[in-house]
């Protein structure tokens, strides 16, 4: 979809709904497969979470399964499927691999029940980088000039909300 920048709220939450009633739940991997949406880290990263705009939506909490299909996997079937995918891939797992991985949980699973892929990943134990890089610390100056920089390549910046 085109202009994605430019989606009002109330159009993602439109998706949301269509995806719903299209393939009867709305996860990031079936919203992802629709023509016609925006991306699922769009969404994330407009509504704070997964579970965040599709409350907004008002989508998920009739299926009986509660208010996010997150909440039917636990933390060991979700890291057990983190490594089964390092495993298919010579020790890799990326978001974009694991995302292939039909048979596998979408990365965004993981991502809402860790915080981030990363820390996903170390729990995990999958290291692609892990150690590599030590985790670098920012001052409220660093953060500035990074939020600049990325307003004079992509225009306006979106603040993160709270999920």
Not at 117 to 128: I, S
Not at 151 to 158: D, L, S, T
Request: charged content about 35%.
């Amino acid at each position: 979809m085109s202009q994605q920048n430019d989606l009002r709220d109330e159009e993602i939450v439109s998706m949301l709904r269509q995806c719903e009633a299209e393939y009867d739940v709305c996860t990031p991997r079936r919203f992802n497969k629709m023509d016609e949406t925006c991306s699922s880290l769009q969404v994330i990263r407009r509504f704070g979470t997964w579970k965040k705009a599709k409350e907004v939506a008002g989508v998920g909490s009739e299926n009986g399964l509660g208010s996010s299909l997150y909440d039917l996997y636990n933390d060991e079937d979700i890291l057990w499927d983190i490594n089964a995918c390092a495993r298919r891939n010579d020790g890799h797992c990326t978001v974009d691999i694991l995302d292939r991985e039909e048979d596998l949980i979408a990365p965004s699973v993981a991502i809402e029940r860790f915080g981030s892929w990363y820390e996903a990943k170390r729990l995990a134990g999958v290291g692609d980088n892990a150690g590599k890089y030590p985790k670098k610390e920012y001052s409220d100056e660093d953060y500035l000039r990074l939020i600049e920089e990325c307003r004079e390549k992509h225009g306006e910046v979106m603040p993160m909300t709270d999920g």
